[in-house]
Nanobody
Framework: QLQASGGGLVQPGGSLRLSCKASGFTLVYYAISWFRQAPGKEREAVSCSNNDGSTEYARSVKGRFTVSRDNQQDTVYLQMSGLKSEDTATYYC???????????????????????WGQGTLVTVSS
């Protein structure tokens, strides 16, 4: 299973680091995607990171969010900086045993499209 954590309340312009830890399996060979869903809005893909380190980011977060991976700890991190109120959402991580080379905007977004889907962690950006 996947365990996402690290959410919380942060002021605009602040930073947070989310973690996505795998248990019961190793992240090697899995692409890890981050999604977010704000209340009343559709789920959107934030990033997709392959095991080789290649990562696609949504235009709305590019340059502000960075994904890193620690395969020894079976953990993927989403470092978020320059947070804006529109980043407020519940963030989810998902793992699929493939290497994704398509557009982030074509990335499947259903829970059943993934081998593992973590519970969400809430990020609230507010002063």
């Amino acid at each position: 299973q996947l365990q996402a954590s690290g959410g919380g309340l942060v002021q605009p312009g602040g930073s947070l680091r989310l973690s996505c830890k795998a248990s019961g399996f190793t992240l090697v060979y899995y692409a890890i995607s981050w999604f977010r869903q704000a209340p009343g809005k559709e789920r959107e893909a934030v990033s997709c990171s392959n095991n080789d380190g290649s990562t696609e980011y949504a235009r709305s977060v590019k340059g502000r969010f960075t994904v890193s991976r620690d395969n020894q700890q079976d953990t993927v991190y989403l470092q978020m900086s320059g947070l804006k109120s529109e980043d407020t959402a519940t963030y989810y991580c998902a793992a699929k045993k493939w290497e994704y080379s398509g557009s982030l905007y074509d990335l499947p977004q259903g829970v059943r499209d993934y081998d593992h889907w973590g519970q969400g962690t809430l990020v609230t950006v507010s002063s």
